[in-house]
């Protein structure tokens, strides 16, 4: 809860006008206290969870000649109900799961210094933030999803997250529920480390979720702004792994693959271009 009962004061404090952002923020937040702030997280989560896989469920199920031919696996058709049901069953751990990790992870979110007040960060402290969350998420979820294709941890956890050899978007949390607590650490691991506002923390697991989708989503499009980050993997990288599946050794990264050509881990999937490429020449 902001210490200011209007704008008068908030600026009389800061010593400078606000920003427009900044007055937004203030309307917004005076009242409400840090912890209400912080649950809102689990609601954008479901928000765009629900939101951004359905242009992608618009194109599945169009059937489009002109849209298919950028679908990694075009054999495989996902119909509206499989949708549905996997819908469903997200959104029940999200409830049953999620939800409470996020009312019970309150306090530790306070003691890493997730702040709520004014002023607001820049766009380029942002930058740098979120630069550092996706590299952190992204080294330690590699570590975690290698150990997940043990026989012990695939057998007991992470085969659910495999029932789909072709993934769509709406597929991309879909897990085991001790996976979606496994790998929500990663994501943690960012923030704690470099703490920063709380519109930053929202809007870091927003992009990360945006992310999982676009990667889960089974299109390759040309077009896609994502393609000209360096090291990003994308669609086609991440499909490859749905695709071998069970057996799968290759292509754990989540989001860049510098891990997996460090590691040695993207062998398969370079052998599997290599031919893919033979055959089309």
């Not at 912890?35 to 939101?51: A, R, T, V």
Request: net charge positive; charged share 15%; hydrophobic share 40%.
């Amino acid at each position: 809860m902001l210490p200011y009962q209007n704008l008068h004061q908030a600026e009389a404090a800061l010593g400078r006008e606000l920003s427009i952002a900044e007055k937004l923020w203030l309307n917004y937040s005076a009242n409400k206290p840090d912890y209400l702030l912080h649950y809102h997280n689990i609601l954008f989560l479901i928000l765009f969870y629900s939101i951004a896989p359905l242009p992608y469920m618009f194109i599945e199920l169009s059937r489009s000649k002109r849209i298919e031919k950028h679908k990694i696996q075009p054999k495989i058709k996902n119909s509206f109900q499989d949708m549905l049901k996997c819908y469903k069953d997200v959104m029940k751990t999200f409830i049953v799961v999620v939800g409470p990790l996020q009312v019970s992870s309150y306090p530790f979110i306070k003691l890493i210094g997730i702040r709520t007040s004014l002023s607001l960060p820049s766009g380029g402290e942002m930058f740098w933030q979120f630069l550092v969350y996706f590299l952190i998420e992204d080294y330690t979820a590699y570590w975690v999803h290698r150990l997940l294709h043990s026989s012990w941890g695939y057998e007991k956890i992470h085969h659910v997250h495999h029932e789909y050899s072709a993934p769509m978007g709406f597929a991309a949390p879909y897990a085991h529920w001790s996976e979606i607590l496994i790998l929500g650490m990663p994501a943690f691991l960012g923030p704690a480390v470099v703490p920063g506002h709380i519109t930053t923390y929202w809007l870091w697991f927003v992009l990360r979720q945006m992310e999982a989708i676009e990667t889960h989503s089974g299109y390759d499009f040309s077009w896609s702004p994502t393609r000209f980050i360096p090291f990003y993997g994308g669609a086609k990288y991440h499909d490859y792994h749905h695709y071998v599946g069970r057996h799968s050794q290759s292509n754990f990264a989540s989001i860049f693959t510098y891990c997996d050509y460090l590691y040695g881990t993207d062998k398969g999937y370079r052998y599997h271009k290599s031919i893919l490429r033979k055959v089309t020449l």
